[in-house]
């Protein structure tokens, strides 16, 4: 059984900071890309950064690149640390995970598992 789980959202001011973790269970945690999307209400889900310990890479999309970061330890777990956060970054945030060793894209149809979300809202 593949478990995904979030947590670390909240609310917090403009300029504010964040750190969200995901943990994961149920698989072989080298053998998998793991990444964070994240959904506004009433617009579509949005890449936000991915991490694979296998293939050695780390991406962070354009619109969070300088704020954001993303990192993995070797507990099956996956971070994002949040900063300068903005209203704009209100949404709710899944963490995800493909299987495969390296990142082969943010096409939605590759990201077999998911978690439950966190809610933040920055106001």
Same mark, same amino acid.
């Given at each position: 059984?593949?478990? +995904?789980? #979030?947590?670390?959202?909240?609310?917090?001011?403009?300029?504010?900071?964040?750190? +969200?973790?995901?943990?994961?269970?149920?698989?072989?945690?080298?053998?998998?890309?793991?990444?964070?999307?994240?959904?506004?209400?009433?617009?579509?889900?949005?890449?936000?950064?991915?991490?694979? &310990?296998?293939?050695?890479?780390?991406?962070?999309?354009?619109?969070?690149?300088?704020?954001?970061?993303?990192?993995?330890?070797?507990?099956?777990? &996956?971070?994002?640390?949040?900063? !300068? +956060?903005?209203? #704009?970054?209100? !949404?709710?945030?899944?963490?995800?995970?493909?299987?495969?060793?390296?990142? +082969?894209?943010?096409?939605?149809?590759?990201?077999?598992?998911?978690?439950?979300?966190?809610?933040?809202?920055?106001?």
């Amino acid at each position: 059984h593949v478990q +995904l789980v #979030e947590s670390g959202g909240g609310s917090v001011p403009p300029g504010g900071s964040l750190r +969200l973790s995901c943990v994961a269970s149920g698989f072989t945690y080298s053998s998998y890309c793991m990444g964070w999307f994240r959904q506004a209400p009433g617009k579509g889900r949005e890449p936000v950064a991915a991490a694979a &310990i296998g293939g050695g890479q780390v991406l962070v999309a354009d619109s969070v690149k300088g704020r954001f970061t993303v990192s993995q330890d070797y507990r099956k777990t &996956i971070y994002l640390q949040m900063n !300068a +956060l903005q209203p #704009e970054d209100s !949404a709710t945030y899944n963490c995800a995970a493909q299987k495969s060793t390296l990142w +082969l894209g943010w096409s939605l149809d590759r990201w077999k598992y998911w978690g439950q979300g966190t809610q933040v809202t920055v106001s």
